[in-house]
T-cell receptor, first 111, second 112 residues
Framework: LAKTTQPISMDSYEGQEVNITCSHNNIATNDYITWYQQFPSQGPRFIIQGYKTKVTNEVASLFIPADRKSSTLSLPRVSLSDTAVYYCLVGVMDSNYQLIWGAGTKLIIKP | NAGVTQTPKFQVLKTGQSMTLQCAQDMNHNSMYWYRQDPGMGLRLIYYSASEGTTDKGEVPNGYNVSRLNKREFSLRLESAAPSQTSVYFC???????????FGQGTRLTVV
């Protein structure tokens, strides 16, 4: 079964830039890459979505290389409130089309 | 504008009991999903409904059934609960196949 791969955990300090990479070798040709944030006891919340190159919004940037087999979520100047689990989500073509969630990266921000 | 509403928030069942988890969205979304999330794990898709009137199996459908009652509502039924179904269940909706998903607050289910 096609899947995505992310680091299990990362930690950083307030004010730093944090980059989380997800690999997705079987991404469907025309599909988007989406990242979500999840706090304990809550449902995931959309952060950013992109198809190729670079996308930026008010909270993050998403870098996607030309082959689209990976993507990097970049969080600028993190704060303690960015401590959460971050998931990548892609559509893949296996025997049929499926949306595949990564296992999540637990990000801990220290003061 | 409530978004995605799930009920109940918590439930304890005995092995063999049945129950239905309810989900409703008020965003006029076409697609709805049921996921389960086990402790420390990512989301696994149980069933989804790409549009009103259709339902399809996801990664872990065994032991569950779904009904897309109308465009707003998508219910998940456990016919005979098992301890392995202890998990947090999330309902989500999207306008299209891989567009921004909106999640409910989750249902924490314990089967004893």
């Amino acid at each position: 079964l096609a899947k995505t791969t992310q680091p299990i955990s990362m930690d950083s300090y307030e004010g730093q830039e944090v980059n989380i990479t997800c690999s997705h070798n079987n991404i469907a040709t025309n599909d988007y890459i989406t990242w979500y944030q999840q706090f304990p006891s809550q449902g995931p919340r959309f952060i950013i979505q992109g198809y190729k190159t670079k996308v930026t919004n008010e909270v993050a940037s998403l870098f996607i290389p030309a082959d689209r087999k990976s993507s990097t979520l970049s969080l600028p100047r993190v704060s303690l409130s960015d401590t959460a689990v971050y998931y990548c989500l892609v559509g893949v073509m296996d025997s049929n089309y499926q949306l595949i969630w990564g296992a999540g990266t637990k990000l801990i921000i220290k003061p | 504008n409530a978004g995605v509403t799930q009920t109940p928030k918590f439930q304890v069942l005995k092995t063999g009991q049945s129950m239905t988890l309810q989900c409703a969205q008020d965003m006029n979304h076409n697609s709805m999903y049921w996921y389960r999330q086990d402790p420390g794990m990512g989301l696994r898709l149980i069933y989804y409904s790409a549009s009103e009137g259709t339902t399809d199996k996801g990664e872990v459908p065994n032991g569950y059934n779904v009904s897309r009652l109308n465009k707003r509502e998508f219910s998940l039924r456990l016919e005979s609960a098992a301890p392995s179904q202890t998990s947090v269940y999330f309902c989500a909706s999207t306008l299209g196949a891989n567009t921004e998903a909106f999640f409910g607050q989750g249902t924490r289910l314990t089967v004893v």
